[in-house]
C-alpha cells in the first residue's frame, strides 16, 4: 500500500490546514488507517480536538471505499481516540493517550515499512489497470462461457485464449503460434518451473531438450528465475556479456548445456536488443546440438523508438519456446502469462502442468480472451506505451539538467533504465535513497555470480510509480544521485 497524503482541516482555527501524511501499512486497508490515525494522534501530528475530514473526502483523498474510513472512525470512537457527535464531525478526543514526540525532520531515519516512492524495476503501473475495461470484458465473458468452462478443462488452458494468443502473437511479435501449442500458466515463472521440469525428467527420445542437465542463462537476470531452473534440478552457466548484448556465440563452447535462457528483444535489465547475429547463433546452436531456447519476451510490447523487434521464435518454432506475460502489460497480480511450446514437447508440458495442478482461474482466462478479441488490449497497450515513453523522456531530460555525468542507457524499451554510477558507489546510492524514502535496486542485484561483475549503476524502473507519485519519485532519484 502506498503512502497517501491528505489535508485535515483544524478545529483550533477556521483557515489553519494540517496538511498530514497517512500512510497505510500492512494488508488491510481498515486497521492500516486506524493504525495511521492513532499514530497521529499519538506522536501529535493530529492535535486533540482537530477535526476530521469527512469519511467521504478521506476515502477520495486515499482512493479508499467510503465504508472503510468510516468503519475505522466508528471503531476509533469505540477505542476513545476520537469522539464523533451530530453536528461537529468527528474529531481526536481531548483526552488521548501520552504524546511521543515526532522525530526530528533533521535527522531522517531509515525509512521503516514501505518507502514512499519505489523505482524497483519488474512492475507496470498498478495504478494504470484498466478497471473499467476489464469489468465489461468479464461480464460479457462470463455471460457468454458455456457451463463446461467452469469445469477443470484442458491442462493447457481455456481453448478461447489459446485462440486469441495465437492469433494476437502472429500480428503483433511475429511468434509462429498454433493454438494447440499454447499452453496458459500462472506467470512466466510458473511456465519456467513446468519447463524445468520437463527439461530435467522428460523421456530420452528424439526431439529437442530433453534429459537436460545444464541450462545457460545470461550474465544478467532474476535470481528467482534462475532458482526455478535449478530447483527443478538443473545446473546453470552463465554466458558472458559485452556491449552488443549476451554473447550467444560463446553456446558452442559449452559442453553440457542443453537449453538457453534469453531476452532477445530488451535483455533484462541491462536493456539491449540481442543483435541479429547473436539471435541466429542462439538458433544455430539449438539445430546443431538439439538444444533449446527458452525466450523470456517479458516487455515485447513496449518499444518506443521504432518497431517492436519480433520474437526470435519466428526463426525456429521446433527449437524455441516463446513464453509472455501479462504481468507487464496489464499487471502481475493478474498471474497469467502464455507458452509457444515445440509440437514435439507439448504433450509433456501439458502434462507436467496437470500434475501440477496450478491452473489460473477459467473466468480470468475468458475475460483476456474477450479484452483481447474486443480490441481492448490494444488500446491499453498503446496508451501504456505512450505514457511510458513520456516518463522516459522525463527521466532522462532531469539526468541531463540535474546529474549530467550520469551516463542512461536501455532506454529504447520496456519500463526500466540503467543509470551508470561512478565506480565503487552503488552500494551507498542504494542505502542513501533508501534513506530518502526511495527504493531502488543496483545493477549488481541482477548479475549472475559465475560472470565477472559489470559497472556500479542503478536498475531504475520509470513504469512503477503511479502518475501522481511519478515526479516526486524523479525528484528523490536526481536527489541521491552522485
Ligand atoms: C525478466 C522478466 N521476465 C519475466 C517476468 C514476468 O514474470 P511473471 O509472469 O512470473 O510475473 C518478469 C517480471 O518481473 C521479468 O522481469
Known sequence: ?????????????????????????????????????????????????????????????????????????????????????????????????????????????????RPAYSLVPGSPDLASFPRTEWLKAARRAITAAPHEAFGYGDPRGRPELRTVLAEYLARARGVYADPDRVVICSGYAHGLMLLGSVLRSGPRSSGPGRRVREVAVEAYGLDLHWKRLTDAGLRLSALGFDERGTRTGDLAALDGAGAVLLTPAHQFPMGVALPPDRRTAAVDWACATGGLVLEDDYDGEFRYDRQPIGALQGLDPERVVYLGTASKSLAPGLRLAWMVVPEALVGEVAAAKGESDWASGALDQLTLAEFISSGAYDRHVRAMRLRYRRRRDELVGALAERAPGIRVSGIAAGMHAVLELPPGTERAVVRAAAWQGLAVEGLGRFHHPSTPPGPDALVVGYGTPADSAWSGALDALCRVLP
Do not use: C
Open 1 to 113: 500500500m502506498t503512502k497517501e497524503r491528505a489535508t485535515f482541516p483544524s478545529g483550533t482555527g477556521a483557515d489553519l490546514h494540517v496538511d498530514l501524511r497517512i500512510e497505510l501499512r500492512g494488508t488491510g486497508l481498515r486497521s492500516g488507517l486506524m493504525d495511521a490515525l492513532r499514530d497521529a494522534v499519538r506522536s501529535g501530528r493530529l492535535a486533540p480536538g482537530t477535526r476530521l475530514p469527512s469519511s467521504r473526502t478521506l476515502a477520495a483523498d486515499l482512493g479508499v471505499a467510503r465504508n472503510t474510513v468510516a468503519d475505522a472512525y466508528a471503531e476509533l470512537v469505540t477505542e476513545g481516540w476520537l469522539t464523533a457527535r451530530q453536528g461537529s464531525g468527528t474529531r481526536v478526543a481531548r483526552r488521548t493517550a501520552p504524546r511521543r514526540p515526532a522525530p526530528s525532520p533533521q535527522r531522517p531515519g531509515p525509512v521503516r515499512g
